[in-house]
Nanobody, 122 residues
């Protein structure tokens, strides 16, 4: 089970840190990712990190503003979001990969959290 936290309402230019805690099983050895779905849009890739935390991948829209990291000892993955924009408003989902390598494809992720709402006001 994956449980996201840290969402909320923030003004444009502000920051939020999302956390995703895994319980019931360990996801050490697997990639982890963050995806989001804005109102009326498809779920889209945001960022992913490989099993060791050495390699990270980002959507172009968040590159340079968001940072994904993981703490395998705590079975937790994070998404630090800086310089937030109104277009970042979405429900953010944490996902556990089927493999150890990071990916931007939804099909490469098999376990999903319930999501946490992020709203950025202008």
């Amino acid at each position: 089970q994956l449980v996201e936290s840290g969402g909320g309402l923030v003004q444009a230019g502000g920051s939020l840190r999302l956390s995703c805690a895994a319980s019931g099983r360990t996801f050490v050895g697997y990639a982890m990712g963050w995806f989001r779905r804005a109102p009326g849009k498809e779920r889209e890739f945001v960022a992913s990190i490989n099993w060791s935390g050495v390699s990270t991948y980002y959507a172009d829209s968040v590159k340079g503003r968001f940072t994904i990291s993981r703490d395998n000892a705590k079975n937790t993955v994070y998404l630090q979001m800086n310089s937030l924009k109104p277009e970042d408003t979405a429900v953010y989902y944490c996902a556990a990969g089927r493999y150890g390598t990071g990916s931007s494809s939804l099909q490469d992720f098999g376990s999903w959290g319930q999501g946490t709402q992020v709203t950025v006001s202008s």
